[in-house]
């Protein structure tokens, strides 16, 4: 396209035109205010205190249902005889200590959410324009990179201009001599954006950029669990004293998810959450999701059920089955990674190893037999 102009002529309009090819298109001007409520009938700072801990008690009870009516025995890795017989802490000790916890995390997240800052919108047209100029400025080393393997960048785009000008302007350095708009404000022409340029800017601020902030987010949250965990076991004192509770249930199921000491449930779990949460730079509704994806991920993890169709646990191999290896006796020193990968314990070297069919055999059979003693006993008595 080309501006053609009675005075000067067409030479120097599309010298004009050149000029504006070369240069960046302008930033769009923008107006921020409070970002809505996700939900109309509640506010964000009651959501996110609460939304984690609904999360909680409905992945809970969705596995509760299928261990009280037994739907998918198949896929048990404990039998219900294993739950009654091995497990040192009642059900009432453990929906009573998992209420604390969750006490203290709704406490900890108010404290959070007054810390942050308000979180804002209209800025993100913005934001968007600013990572479509970096990909624009990008587009101005192929040149000399095409040139290190002997490909001449001008003579390419030249051949291709016809058939593909949006290819052509990225061969030639992001010069795209027929992409401009009119200036609103003051009605001249100015450099435009291209459309695959814009719809990578927007991939990487509404996906790739809240992507990574997550992974490196579980990253941190993995990292603060497995050096804690570990360290719970190897010192005896904090074993005794915290993480033992947790242990009295060597048959994990869903809602015991969270039954630990107060003090271990702050500083692995809660503490954890936060730490990662700060350090990840997410906003408070990024955060949001986060919270509630642990947290059904590590239900998950204690479920007491090997689902082939369960999401959550075809993401990573550390699942339900991963780590109810370390609520065995047997198993107790290894699989410490908690709750997304299983990284530490490959790097670290304690993860399980060998076959476990065996062992949870024995655990069966010695349940059954627990119980057959214990129903005699009764028939003596009687």
């Known amino acids: 396209m080309v501006f053609t102009d009675t005075a000067t ?13 070369a240069a960046l298109p302008p930033l ?9 409520d996700l939900l109309p009938w509640i506010s964000d700072f009651w959501l996110s205190l609460i939304l984690p801990h609904i999360a909680y008690w409905v992945v809970s009870m969705f596995f509760h249902i299928i261990d009280v009516y037994d739907l998918f025995p198949q896929y048990r890795l404990h039998t219900p005889e294993e739950i009654s017989q091995r497990n040192l802490a009642s059900r009432y000790e453990v929906a009573r200590d998992v209420l604390l ?16 800052d308000q979180q804002l919108t209209g800025h993100e047209n913005y934001e968007v324009a600013v990572w479509a100029t970096r990909i624009r400025l990008a587009q101005r080393g192929l040149p000399t990179i095409l040139g290190f393997v002997g490909l001449n960048a001008g003579a390419l785009s030249k051949n291709i201009a016809g058939s593909y ?23 001249t022409a100015v450099p435009a954006f291209a459309s695959w340029e814009i719809l990578l800017a927007k991939a990487i601020y509404w996906i790739i950029i ?30 005794t004293k915290w993480h033992a509770r947790h242990h009295r249930l060597y048959v994990p199921y869903a809602y015991g998810a969270l039954y630990n000491h107060p003090v271990e449930g702050f500083v692995l779990d809660t503490l954890g959450a936060a730490i990662a949460y700060k350090c990840s730079f997410m906003t408070s509704r ?23 169709w369960d999401p959550l646990q075809n993401i990573t191999s550390n699942n339900a089955a991963y780590h109810d290896i370390h609520h065995q006796s047997w198993g107790i020193k290894t699989n410490f ?16 190893k060998g076959d476990t069919s065996i062992k949870y055999e024995r655990t069966r059979a010695a349940a059954a037999n627990k119980k057959k ?4 006993e009764e028939t003596k008595a009687e």
């Open 9 to 21: 002529g067409p030479s120097m309009a599309m010298m004009a035109n050149t000029t504006i090819a």
């Open 28 to 36: 769009p001007a923008y107006e921020t205010r409070p970002l809505p």
């Open 101 to 116: 916890e969750q006490a203290i995390q709704i406490g900890t997240s108010a404290v959070l959410n007054l810390l942050d």
């Open 165 to 187: 000008p949006l290819l052509a302007g990225a061969l030639a350095g992001g010069f795209y001599p027929s992409l401009f708009e009119l200036d609103d404000m003051a009605g």
């Open 210 to 239: 809240p992507c990574i902030k997550f992974w490196f987010a579980a990253f941190v949250l993995d990292s603060w669990q497995y050096l804690w965990h570990r360290a719970m076991h190897m010192n005896k004192w904090m074993y």
């Open 286 to 308: 990024e955060g949001m999701f986060f919270f509630v994806g642990s947290m059904m991920k590590t239900v998950d993890d204690h479920c007491g059920y090997a689902l082939p």
């Open 337 to 352: 990674s908690q709750p997304f990968f299983t990284t530490w314990d490959r790097i670290l070297g304690t993860m399980w």
């Open 373 to 376: 003693g214990a129903k005699g």
